[in-house]
């Protein structure tokens, strides 16, 4: 199969085709349908790698019309290939290189998302863009109106326009944001129909139902959470779950295990699943039911942590209990859940004992070694020492 790499631009196309380890045909054009005579329905099956972007899903299906193989390659690894090394920003280079790691079967393949989920995120894209554009122009509202002299109260935004009716704003005030309050209201209207067709994805897929399950998981966090996981199966566990999304600590570990430092979550994948995720967690750690186990369990930590700490865990929990409610097709439990958390805090206590126990053993020895009168002195510094050890890779 013939070997082909794209780079995908704004304004062209870098064309490159090698074989065995040679360039033998290179161009650049302007839109895909120029490379037909290349890469068309007539020609010779090729296997064509090109970076994820805007446009990949539109040229991935039209490259399957056309009876080849594309590959989509994931941005975050591209460089282990060679994109970007060269130290300059040329198409052509880039596709050439994407070529040849297609040659070496040696590329980085990112997930192309099923066809009922890219419509999902579509409608999410346009939700998010009119909730954006509805908060600048309440914030503004709100400036003109102090400016005025006038602080209007606070309210959730599909409340503004009421609220702003009823204000002690002045005449010209009021003629002076009319146009905004316009827009503001056609606003509402194009969101309560986007949400509608999103609630209508709702009652055609059943996992959205299942997710919206859990306390602080509404529709738009679950439709977000769906359609970037998209199939629950290409994960092995929860943690790979977290890792995709971001949530996960960074980490530098060198020089054996004893050097391992933990960081702050690598923030890799989707930023609005994340974000939305994150939005999650808050509303479950202010929820008024203190038996939910989720809310327990995060309380605990912010014992120690602190909330924002507490917050990114259990956002990054929440993504793995989702994933396994919708990998074993369950709803939330919260027996189920408490049982879990539970078995983990009693696993931890024992790992602590245990770690416990060796340390002692350690401090004893070190006494004996050192002719130490007081037995209780090195091991109360060496147990501080791995408290505080433990403590950070929280």
Request: glycine share 6%; aromatic share 4%.
């Amino acid at each position: 199969m013939r070997s082909v790499g794209l780079d995908l631009g704004v304004r062209h196309i870098a064309y490159c085709e090698v074989a065995d380890g040679k360039v033998v045909d290179r161009t650049t054009v302007k839109s895909l349908s120029q490379l037909v005579s290349r890469i068309g329905p007539d020609c010779p099956a090729a296997r064509v790698a090109f970076e994820a972007c805007r446009e990949g899903w539109h040229v991935h299906d039209k490259l399957v019309e056309w009876g080849h193989d594309p590959r989509m390659l994931d941005t975050t690894r591209v460089r282990q290939i060679g994109v970007g090394q060269h130290k300059r920003k040329n198409d052509a280079i880039d596709a050439e290189v994407i070529a040849l790691a297609v040659d070496a079967r040696r590329i980085p393949e990112a997930h192309v998302l099923s066809p009922d989920r890219r419509t999902l995120r579509a409608q999410l894209s346009v939700r998010g863009a009119l909730v954006e554009t509805r908060s600048q122009y309440v914030t503004t509202i709100r400036g003109l109106a102090r400016a005025a002299g006038v602080l209007l109260p606070s309210c959730d935004p599909e409340n503004f326009v009421a609220k702003l009716e009823k204000s002690a704003l002045d005449d010209s005030t009021r003629t002076l944001v009319a146009p905004l309050v316009t827009i503001l209201r056609t606003l509402e209207t194009e969101l309560d129909r986007v949400e509608q067709t999103l609630s209508g994805f709702a009652e055609r897929d059943p996992i959205l139902n299942l997710c919206a399950t859990v306390p602080g998981v509404g529709l738009i966090v679950a439709a977000t959470y769906v359609s970037v996981i998209d199939d629950a199966k290409r994960f092995k566990n929860a943690h790979a779950v977290g890792a995709y999304l971001g949530l996960v600590p960074s980490e530098a570990t060198t020089g054996g295990p004893d050097k391992r430092r933990l960081g702050s979550i690598t923030k890799h994948g989707n930023r609005m699943a994340r974000a939305m995720l994150v939005q999650a967690a808050w509303t479950i750690l202010r929820l008024r039911d203190r038996d939910d186990p989720l809310k327990r369990w995060a309380e605990q930590l912010v014992k120690t942590r602190g909330k924002r700490i507490a917050v990114v865990a259990l956002a990054r929990k929440l993504a793995g209990v989702l994933w396994a409610m919708w990998r074993d097709g369950t709803v939330y439990d919260r027996a189920m859940q408490a049982e879990q958390t539970a078995g983990g805090v009693r696993l931890s206590a024992r790992q602590q004992q245990h770690r416990a126990d060796v340390l002692e053993r350690a401090a004893k020895k070190l006494q004996r070694k050192a002719g130490v009168t007081d037995p209780q002195r090195p091991a109360r510094r060496v147990k501080r020492r791995a408290a505080s050890s433990e403590m950070s890779l929280v």
